[in-house]
């Protein structure tokens, strides 16, 4: 959500931050809203100051004895005015927040300008693509014969589903876990189980309402699936005043994700890539605005540090203006290599939100000695998606024959197993 004052002060600054962004100007519309809300404000103070003094006009007339008839009168004449100058007021405050809450996150000014993705620069890459002696296969085509069945997800739930049997449920599994542990244990953050199903109000504040409802799923109770814990991790300090001392909070949880994917008809259709239903492993900090900046870098090193530790060949991507989301002001996009598509596929984006989300939650810190309160700064990212690491595993690691070696990282976590094989 937009500061207000900040508005007022630069409106030349948001149109050139939505600019950037590829979208129209927005600030006269804004200002003149703004205007209009305040200046009923300002009606309405004014008229319950009147009727205030008349109230007391009318008892000293009273006490003398006088008629206050034509004073009652004119005090029922505000009230009914200031009853419907409220419910005016009220309608053009909703309608300034409603498309207040439509305006996306400024970018910060040292992320690329840029048309589409195409755009996206390279920070630095990881790790060398395998070399095979043979072609290499896609996932689906390797987890057919691996425990891997679209098929049969289909005739439970649609398209976009998959059902994982045997060895890889539990190699799904032994990466959450795996995940969760690098994170919990040894990168700091607090593991977190978090609702699934969440309120309006939760979803608004990380961004995801109002303009992006048709990507979500809705439940017949008001509830909404999450689309990642993201969602109900940073929704842990909504309308909370943090003390300083406490900052920074990271959080992480491994969750299941659900995304209508609306807008990706014909993107993705085969295999794991892009599904309704995934699990992810989440990380979330609350932090001041001074520490945001070198927080998004640590963040992005903690999901850097599984795909080095499972050894898969990766980059990162600084976003441009036109492919950054909603709510970040900066993204770091981590690409996995995978051989079959022979391209970088994203598994985690890591951003750094400001105080956007912040405002729209009422998630506030107060310096120790300090009266005033300030907005907390937000990150979000992914460490990792799951099913795209496991996808990620079946094509860097793939043999001959359709088995795969399992990293040394994952065995532990897999009983000892080395190698996934067709036969069981």
């Known amino acids: 959500m937009l500061d207000l004052k900040w508005l007022r002060d630069q409106p030349e600054a948001l149109d050139h931050a939505l600019r950037r962004r590829g979208l129209p100007a927005m600030a006269a519309d ?25 109230s007391k006009e009318i008892g000293k007339l009273q006490a003398q004895g006088g008629d206050p008839a034509g004073l009652i009168a004119e005090v029922g004449a505000l009230r009914a005015s200031i009853q419907a100058g409220e419910e005016a007021f009220r309608a053009r405050a909703a309608t300034l927040n409603e498309l207040l809450a439509t305006v996306p996150n400024p970018l910060a000014p040292d992320v690329p300008d840029g048309a589409d993705e195409s755009d996206n620069l390279l920070l630095r890459s990881w790790g060398e693509p395998p070399r095979f002696d043979f072609e290499p296969k896609e996932h689906d085509e390797l987890g057919a014969r691996l425990g891997m069945d679209f098929e049969r997800a289909a005739k439970l739930s649609g398209a976009r589903f998959v059902v994982l049997s045997g060895a890889l449920a539990r190699l799904e599994r032994a990466l959450g876990t795996f995940m969760l542990d690098v994170q919990a244990r040894e990168h700091g953050y607090t593991e977190v189980a978090p609702p699934l199903l969440v309120r309006d109000h939760v979803l608004f504040g990380t961004g995801q309402l109002p303009k992006f409802a048709e990507d979500q799923f809705r439940t017949t109770s008001d509830h909404w699936l999450i689309p990642t814990a993201e969602v ?32 990706s008809a014909g993107k993705d259709t085969k295999g794991m890539i892009r599904q309704h239903q995934f699990t992810k492993v989440e990380l979330v900090s609350i932090v001041r605005p001074e520490q945001s900046a070198a927080e998004h870098e640590r963040m992005t090193a903690c999901a850097e540090e599984i795909l080095r530790r499972l050894e898969l060949p990766y980059r990162v991507m600084v976003l441009c203006s036109a492919d950054t ?8 996009d981590i690409e996995v290599w995978l051989p079959g598509q022979g391209r970088y596929r994203e598994i985690s984006s890591c951003s750094n939100c400001g105080d956007f989300q912040a405002r729209r939650m009422g998630a506030r810190f107060r310096a120790k000695g300090e009266r005033e309160t300030r907005f907390v700064h937000t990150l979000n990212g992914s460490g990792l998606a799951v099913g795209r690491t496991l996808i990620a595993i079946l094509e860097n690691y793939q043999q001959a024959d359709g088995s795969v070696v399992l990293p040394p990282a994952i065995r532990p976590y897999m009983g000892g197993l080395e190698r996934l094989s067709p036969d069981g």
């Open 325 to 332: 989301g909603f709510a970040a002001r900066k993204t770091y």
């Open 30 to 54: 804004l200002l003149d809203r703004d205007a209009a809300v305040r200046e009923l404000q300002t009606e309405l103070q004014q008229a319950q100051a009147r009727r205030n003094l008349l």
């Open 232 to 263: 109900p991790l940073t929704n842990l300090v909504a309308d909370e005043i943090i003390d300083a001392e406490q900052l920074p909070l990271r959080y992480t949880a491994w969750t299941p994700c659900f995304r209508s994917e609306a807008g």
